[in-house]
Nanobody, 114 residues
Framework: QVQLVESGGGLVQAGGSLRLSCAAS????????MGWHRQAPGKQRELVAA???????NYADSVKGRFTISRDNAKNTVYLQMNSLKPEDTAVYYC????????WGQGTQVTVSS
């Protein structure tokens, strides 16, 4: 069973930055892809960014050029650096990791005020 613990959410003004972290534990196997999704009130959960074990990345068009995903395989940790935040980035951000199946964190709230 893989546990994911997220941290780093909070309240920030538009144009500001936040860094999210997600540490995975409990896996005896290599963690493949890791990533971040988000869900705003009344909307479906959507992919924000993902990174493979080899470091390949992909991003939602809405965050390209503003967000950067990275990971430390030795620590089984994935990060999301969020710059130039906009009010529309307000959502609960969920970390996920793939080890034969998808595992999800509990979510961390990011609120961007205008």
């Amino acid at each position: 069973q893989v546990q994911l613990v997220e941290s780093g959410g909070g309240l920030v003004q538009a144009g500001g930055s936040l860094r999210l972290s997600c540490a995975a534990s409990g896996s005896s196997f290599r963690i493949n892809s890791m990533g971040w999704h988000r869900q705003a009130p009344g909307k479906q959960r959507e992919l924000v960014a993902a990174i493979s074990s080899g470091g390949s990345t992909n991003y939602a068009d809405s965050v390209k050029g503003r967000f950067t995903i990275s990971r430390d395989n030795a620590k089984n940790t994935v990060y999301l650096q969020m710059n130039s935040l906009k009010p529309e980035d307000t959502a609960v951000y969920y970390c996920n990791a793939a080890v034969f199946r998808q595992y999800w964190g509990q979510g961390t709230q990011v609120t961007v005020s205008s």
